[in-house]
């Protein structure tokens, strides 16, 4: 899930709607309260990365949810990786250059030797020319596409873009071998399936 709370889940919420959830992820850009909201109900981790509007975390924390920024966090044998931000056009906290980015990514080194790669990346912004904008804004990073190039996770899942978006950014893309979800609102998957893009909801 990511940049839009979900009416569905906060405003009308149903305990049974979390019905054969394993996990949650945030793709950030969302209310540290609802993330809190939705950890309180479920019995399930909630893993978060922080969109570019996400400086209120640092006054309001998000009770009871796994920060995996520059973390590979595993659940159940799957190695998520978390990268956060978007492209650098303010100053705000949760933005970075591509250079910025890079170097992130370079201080991660260790980590992806000793995990062995990843199995699904969670960023906040796309990658870049794989369903991102061409403002500067909503730009991806192009480190992230080398990420998916190197390592080949089975998902890369991503916000920012609303599908709102004039733009009409798509739910589902693949490149290469990885599946990559638009996480905006909320969409539900199976790590396992095979054919994602005919069964996500």
């Known amino acids: 899930m990511a940049d839009e709370e979900s009416k569905s889940l906060w405003d009308f919420f149903d305990k049974s709607k979390l019905d054969g959830i ?30 570019n509007h996400d400086d209120k975390y ?26 956060g931000g978007s492209m650098r056009y303010s100053s705000g906290k949760h933005q970075y250059t591509e250079k910025q980015m890079r170097q992130r990514v370079a201080r991660l080194r260790f980590k992806l030797f000793r995990k062995g790669g990843f199995d699904i990346l969670v960023t906040h912004a796309p990658a870049y020319q794989l369903n991102d904008g061409r403002d ?22 991503h916000g920012h873009v609303h599908m709102t ?26 790590f396992e399936d095979e054919n994602p893009q005919e069964h996500i909801r």
């Open 22 to 51: 394993d996990l949650i992820i945030s793709c950030g850009d969302l209310d540290p309260r609802y993330l809190s909201f939705l950890v309180t109900f479920s019995t399930v981790p909630l893993l978060y990365v922080h969109g």
């Open 58 to 83: 640092e006054r309001i924390h998000p009770d009871g949810c796994i920060c995996i920024e520059d973390q590979i966090y595993v659940h159940e044998g799957v190695r998520i990786l978390g990268l």
């Open 136 to 157: 500067l804004p909503h730009q991806g990073f192009q480190v992230f596409r080398e990420l998916i190039e190197k390592y080949r996770p089975k998902y890369f899942l």
């Open 165 to 190: 978006y004039g733009r009409k950014h798509k739910r589902y893309d693949k490149y290469q071998d990885t599946h990559i979800i638009n996480a905006y609102e909320r969409c539900i998957f199976d």
